[in-house]
Structure formats: C-alpha cells, structure tokens
C-alpha cells in the first residue's frame, strides 16, 4: 500500500508535470532568472527572444540599464508589468517586447519570473501610421504654402488691373470703351474672389475658417455673371439675358 508520504509525492510530481505542460504551452516567453541568469525558459522564450537557460539575462536587452530600472522598481512596487522594452531576437534582429517581472524563488534562491509578449508588428504599424500621418500633414502644408504664394504672385497683377481699370472709369470713355473697361474691371474683381476661395479651402484644411453672413444685392450678382458670360455669348452671336421676379427683395443674406 502506498503511505501518505508516497501518495503526495505523487500528486506534486503530477502537479508539476502539468505546471511543466501549461508554461511550455503558453503562448507568451516565460524565464525564470537567479543572480543575473537564466534557469528556465519556455519554448516561446527561445523563439522570441536570444536567451537560452544558462545565458545573462542582460544580454538580450537592447539596452542593459533598462533591466536594473525595471528590477528596481519590482522591488518598489512589488512588480514591474507591461514595461515596454528592445530586445534581441533570435536572430539578432531588435523586437519589441512587453516584459513583466515578479519576484519569485527557484529551487531555494530567490528568483525573478519575467512574462514577455511580442508586439514588434503592433509598434511597427503605429511607427508607419505615425509615418503616413506627417507625410500627409507635410503635404497640406505645402499645399498650403503653394496656394498662398501663388495666390500673392496673382494678386499683386490682379489689383494693378483693378486699380488702373477703375482709374480708367474715370476718365471721359465712349459707351462701348466703357463696356469693355467695366468687363474687365468686373472679371478682375471676380478672379480676385475666386483666388481668395481658392486660400479659403486650404484654411479649412487647417481648421481656421471663419464664417460669416454678408448681406448683398441679388441684382448685383446677377449683373455680374452677365458680364462675365456675356463675352462668350456675344462671341457665338448670342445675347444673354437674365429676369428675376418682382417678388424677389432688394437685399438678400
């Protein structure tokens, strides 16, 4: 018969056969480090980090200070979880890992178990995101910037135009003379709404619009897209010509 001695004996060797299936199973790298080396590592601790049992657990780190902080403050705090850390590869090739540490014993010595998950391709998809993010904001700005030189190289001719075609206005002009000034007078002032459109989209890129509510005279713009149609139509033998309703106000906003 089996005493009670043998029988728990057994059931310890059980439950360490199944504690042994459950961390070479895990998913996650396990180790287990006294004085500086490795004493145990599970199989996934081999595929995603260059520590084997026996190795200074310090090799594998990018950098061989983060560990000392790490270790200080699980003795602080009684953990260090999810610090996020360099670390080699099995190849050599730099990951990103999450480590926790706890403080644990091994066979006797005081010990420290490390949990580390991989999330190489998480921070390399935030790095390019970051990436495409300032390429796009770099595009904008120079979008910007191109709209609003180019709106100042049109405006400085644009308002020479203006001025000098209101100048003109002045002076004693036959009908048809004043016709064509006041075409070319009114076409002006309407490329110089539309370059100032044109410098409207790029501050509503940068979220520095302002809106506002300007009153105005329906017979004015209407006025106004006669002259600046009425040229092409003129030029096919047409004549343009717009009726708007009694009805309609004087002023509209």
């Not at 059980?14 to 504690?19: S, T, V």
């Not at 002032?189 to 459109?197: A, K, Q, S, Y």
Request: glycine content about 6%; aromatic content about 4%; overall charge negative.
């Amino acid at each position: 018969m089996c005493n009670k001695v043998d029988i728990a004996t057994t059931t310890l060797e059980k439950e360490r056969a199944h504690l042994q299936t459950i961390l070479d199973a895990a998913p996650v790298g396990v180790s287990l480090v006294t004085n500086g080396n490795v004493r145990f590592a599970n199989p996934s601790m081999a595929e995603l980090v260059n520590l084997r049992v026996g190795d200074n657990a310090v090799s594998a780190y990018v950098d061989p200070t983060v560990r000392s902080k790490m270790l200080e403050r699980m003795h602080k705090e009684g953990r260090a979880a999810n610090i996020p850390v360099q670390m080699y590869g099995p190849r050599q090739e730099i990951r990103d890992i999450l480590v926790t540490l706890l403080p644990s014993e091994f066979q006797g010595e005081a010990a420290v178990m490390g949990w580390m998950v991989d999330v190489t391709n998480i921070k390399q998809a935030e790095r390019t995101m970051a990436e495409a993010m300032q390429k796009a904001e770099d595009a904008t700005k120079a979008k910007s910037d191109f709209l609003a030189n180019m709106s100042h190289e049109i405006r400085t001719p644009m308002n020479a135009i203006i001025g000098m075609s209101h100048l003109t206005l002045q002076m004693d002009l036959g009908l048809k003379q004043r016709n064509y000034i006041e075409k070319v007078n009114r076409s002006a002032v309407n490329l110089l709404g539309i370059i100032n459109d044109i410098l409207d989209f790029s501050k509503i890129e940068a979220g520095k619009l302002n809106m506002e509510s300007v009153s105005f005279r329906l017979e004015d713009v209407m006025d106004n897209l006669a002259h600046l149609m009425g040229m092409k139509a003129e030029e096919k033998g047409l004549e343009l010509h717009f009726s708007m309703a009694a009805s309609l106000p004087g002023d509209l906003i």
